[in-house]
């Protein structure tokens, strides 16, 4: 034993209390330390006024990012007590914010069901914070208390009156000490709120963005419940029924369980099931899901069988997948004591859940199918058809099983393979065009990366069944080379590669090519997003060369702001005023005019005046919004509108770009075949010197609605979305 080992003893041994422990492992208790966990501290905060809700106390919650970057959650609940605790002796309020396990939900005496049973919510959000002040409307005073990092820096006090008003207001800075996430986004929160929304028929949550030039609000309010949230995820969808909505309670073991469920069939062939226990998004499901999940596979059997919509033998070979083919359901339980897979809470545990639920859906399912028997045979149809498909499909799976990992007896002839076997060290790529494939099969790492040719464009899985899937050379080349089966036969464990790369072409054809694939990923293998082993490759879009000099420029952008450091070496910028701008000044007005370029270049293609759409006071939209935010940056800058559309600034912008070219000789790519071996492995595959992006599901029901719009049936929903959105286009290959 060596000598440190041998001091090894009881002084050694850290106990680590309270909000020590948080901040010296946050991820036990958020999740983790980046953009999730950042997120994550919101939703403990606004589940407590969610909580105050589920109670009967609280109508309306407003949630605002601050100017500062702060965020602050108010309600009109009870309000934390702020009296005396009777064995802390300290305010209540200190103990709720300063003691884990510490709050009003283990009794449930004062909240029948809440998500945060944990108690380490707002005080693990306290421990993580820079800052938190915390407002309390109770008694007819407003009290205020405030902290740093878990611990009082200003003790309770009153601060006004407030009458009959009631509430709680929290104002937090998280810790970036601590996250390596430096700012909340609308795009997480508003999500997330809405969906809260929908949960709680009746509140309205009130969000508004104030951080930044960007400005955003939204108000949220459905009287209409999980009805509503499942008529949005199928907002473009053609629906086969009407949604269908029932509810109930049943007395288990702990006390009172109350389910709620909407569902509604599509002609999509995807399904989506969204889940929730106690306004938690159990994104594993658990019990409530498998409850429901066994009682419509037995109801519509049944109901089929004895009405005679189905034969003994089509009874027999119906499978629960057959049922869920283009169904959306909501199911949303409200339990007084839950049991999550930790404090991120992603599956429900409780046992008796799944026969409560159960017993419930059975019961009120078989009635509506009794009451609407036209719906319930075309729920009976659709059922039938996904079932012949998935028979059909069967031989087409077969050819694409696996003989062996190791074998490779049954692998595509066009799949180069890796000579490697470890999955965690081995790398396909899935690759545009036989001329593509062919550089990269030469340049390739050939102990560790496998090339996949992949000719013209995949089937668009999410307008095709599974068997017409399945005949498709290219899917099933796809199934083959990957390793993991298919269906029924589906094991993650078997993937051959755990990087498997889609490198396209950066142009528009390149671009449709990747979103047929991620679209592929999503609806027939998800695990593979879930366990990160989806990538996009960045290949440059121009190579620059100066002197003996090659570099690789991956966007537009970045060239422009490549020529324009180099044309500001003999450069001087003067402002109005005549005064020479610093270099970093320069280079920040030049950016600007660059943007300003780009906006008024992408107005113009369109038919559109420049100067007319942005003088046109209500002027809304894309291009006049970006145009009326890049003029106030200007005008900061000590310039005017006028110097831009008299030509001033153009010629400035023009000159110092112009001046930058010289000596450059630059070429840009139009396809990944027109690179060398040599050239393709340096800038796009070699590990050392390649930009990836990562492939990640952040939110289940808006990639669902994303996939949906641009890539099913229904073309109005499309087309609207392409015109609402064409002039933030940043990247087009015309």
């Not at 994550?40 to 919650?61: F, K, R, W």
């Not at 499901?285 to 005679?308: E, M, P, Q, V, W």
């Not at 630059?666 to 027109?674: M, S, T």
């Not at 796009?684 to 994303?706: F, G, S, W, Y």
């Amino acid at each position: 034993m060596s000598e440190q080992s041998g001091n090894y003893n009881a002084e050694n041994i850290q106990v680590l209390e309270g909000m020590e422990a948080v901040r010296k492992r946050p991820a036990m208790y958020i999740g983790d330390t980046g953009e999730r966990g950042y997120h994550h501290l919101v939703y403990e905060v606004v589940d407590n006024s969610i909580d105050e809700a589920l109670a009967g106390y609280c109508s309306m919650i407003d949630v605002t990012i601050n100017p500062d970057g702060s965020l602050t959650v108010q309600d009109n609940g009870r309000g934390i007590p702020v009296d005396l605790h009777p064995t802390q002796k300290r305010p209540a309020i200190e103990v709720v914010l300063t003691v884990l396990h510490a709050g009003g939900k283990f009794d449930g005496s004062n909240y029948k069901v809440s998500g945060g049973l944990h108690g380490v919510g707002v005080s693990c959000v306290n421990a993580l914070s820079e800052w938190m002040n915390v407002e309390v409307k109770r008694n007819g005073k407003v009290h205020r208390m405030e902290f740093s990092r878990g611990h009082v820096t200003k003790k309770l006090e009153v601060v006004g009156e407030c009458g009959d008003e009631t509430g709680t207001k929290v104002t937090f800075f998280p810790d970036h000490t601590i996250f390596s996430c430096r700012a909340f986004k609308w795009e997480i929160l508003v999500n997330r709120l809405r969906e809260l929304a929908f949960l709680n028929k009746g509140v309205t949550i009130h969000f508004r963005d104030d951080e930044g030039e960007a400005h955003h609000e939204e108000t949220f309010h459905y009287e209409g419940g999980i009805d509503e949230f499942v008529g949005y995820l199928n907002l473009n969808k053609k629906p086969l029924s009407p949604v269908i909505h029932f509810e109930g309670s049943k007395e288990g073991t702990t006390g009172m369980v109350q389910a709620e469920v909407s569902l509604q069939y599509t002609d999509s062939y995807s399904t989506l099931e969204q889940t929730y226990c106690n306004n938690i998004h159990t994104i594993e499901g658990g019990t409530h899901l498998s409850g429901f999940r066994r009682a419509l596979t037995a109801t519509i059997k049944k109901y089929g069988l004895d009405n005679k919509l189905l034969k003994e033998k089509e009874f027999d070979s119906l499978t629960g997948d057959d049922m869920r083919e283009g169904l959306t359901v909501v199911v949303s339980v409200k339990v007084p004591q839950p049991q999550f897979e930790g404090q991120t809470k992603t599956k429900l545990g409780n046992g008796e859940v799944d026969g409560i639920v159960g017993s419930i859906v059975s019961d009120r399912l078989m009635t509506f199918f009794e009451e609407n028997p036209s719906v319930a045979k075309i729920v009976i149809e659709k059922t039938l058809l996904a079932a012949r498909a998935r028979e059909a499909a069967r031989a087409a799976r077969e050819s694409t099983r696996r003989k062996g990992v190791m074998d490779g007896l049954s692998l595509p002839g066009k799949l180069r393979d890796c000579s490697e076997r470890d999955p965690a060290k081995t790398e396909l790529f899935l690759v545009e065009g036989d001329s593509a494939g062919g550089s990269a099969q030469t340049g390739r790492d050939r102990a560790t990366q496998a090339i996949l040719p992949l000719r013209g464009k995949v089937l668009n899985v999410e307008k095709a069944r599974i068997d017409r899937m399945l005949a498709n050379a290219e899917i099933r080349t796809l199934i083959t080379a990957i390793g993991c089966g298919f269906g029924e036969e589906w094991d993650v464990s078997k993937a051959r590669y755990h990087k498997i790369v889609i490198m396209t072409d950066a142009d528009v054809d390149g671009a449709h090519i990747r979103t047929l694939l991620l679209t592929f990923f999503y609806r027939k293998m998800p695990e593979l997003i879930d366990r990160g082993y989806i990538y996009l490759a960045q290949p440059p879009l121009y190579k620059v060369e100066r002197k003996k000099r090659t570099e690789y420029v991956l966007t537009d952008g970045e060239l422009t702001e490549r020529l324009l450091t180099l044309g500001l070496d003999d450069f001087e910028v003067k402002n109005a005023a005549g005064d020479t701008l610093a270099r970093d000044n320069a280079a920040e007005l030049l950016k600007l005019l660059a943007e300003i370029e780009a906006t008024s270049k992408m107005l113009e293609e369109r038919g559109f005046d420049p100067k007319a759409v942005f003088e046109d006071a209500a002027a809304q939209g894309g291009g006049a919004s970006m145009l009326k935010k890049q003029f106030s940056s200007l005008s900061a800058m000590g310039f005017t509108p006028g110097d831009w559309f008299g030509g001033k600034l153009k010629k400035l912008l023009d000159d110092v770009r112009s001046h930058g070219r010289q000596g450059l000789s630059i070429y840009r790519f139009k396809g990944l075949g027109e690179m060398d071996a040599d050239e393709l492995f340096d800038t796009t595959m070699n590990p050392a010197k390649r930009h990836m992006l990562q492939v990640k599901l952040e939110d289940a029901v808006e990639a669902d609605r994303i996939f949906t719009l641009l890539m099913g049936d229904e073309v109005e929903p499309r087309r609207k979305f392409i015109e609402d959105n064409a002039l933030n286009v940043r990247n087009l290959d015309i």
